[in-house]
């Protein structure tokens, strides 16, 4: 990928490897392809971080991507859509659209309520508000109640509370890419929590971690803030990798 950093792009090959041969020609004989791999929990994961990778490493390479809530948690939403799609038999438009309309109204409460942008909130801001979009929209899909999946978003966004941004050099690539990952595999497991809980015995509500991600957004360090002045940006040369 551009930049200087001298990251590889790893979605594609990881596609290569999970496809194992299988042919295909289009995004439906793709999925289908997808599908006949089983549903092996660790195979599942593989493609879980696959979609992810794949757009946000698009975003990385000057490519196109859907703004989710921003370009560098853009790959959160459409990894879990398609988690749903493919391994939940969510194939079905009707749900798409609830998925959609659903992930779409948190983020804007949380727009709302405290803030999308890294400059003012930090990465918690970015990828943990795409995580509580995916894990409310992920619920409504697989047929969750509307408190269900306002206490998915809740517990997603949770446990993003504090979440720096860092960028390494600047570039929306470490960690901003694999981030991508863990968001979307949060937001999977938010969901499932969700859909297993009760809302009645929940102690946290959704209004109040958006109050405390916008308390913490103010309390955070303007180090932490897409700045690459603090964490991993001035820890790790740019002349090393990564790991
Ligand atoms: S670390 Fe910063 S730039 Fe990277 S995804 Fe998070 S908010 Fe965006």
Redesign the pocket.
Known sequence: MPGGLLVNRRAADLNKKLMNGRPYSDYETWTDAIRAGGNDFKYILDWVSCFALAVNEENASFGRVVTAP?N??AGVIPAVLHYFIIFCNGNQNEKIIQFMLTASEIGSIMKKGATIS?AMG??QA??GVSSAMAAAALTEAMGGTQRQCLMAAEIAMEHHLGLT???IGGL?QI??IE?NTMGAIKAITASQLALQTAPDFAKVSLDAVIQTMWDTAKDMNNKYK?TSDGGLAVNIPLSLSEC
Do not use: F
Request: proline letters at 12%; glycine letters at 12%.
């Open positions: 921003t560098g948690a890294a930090g990465c970015e990828i941004c860092d960028p929306v960690p901003c981030r897409e």
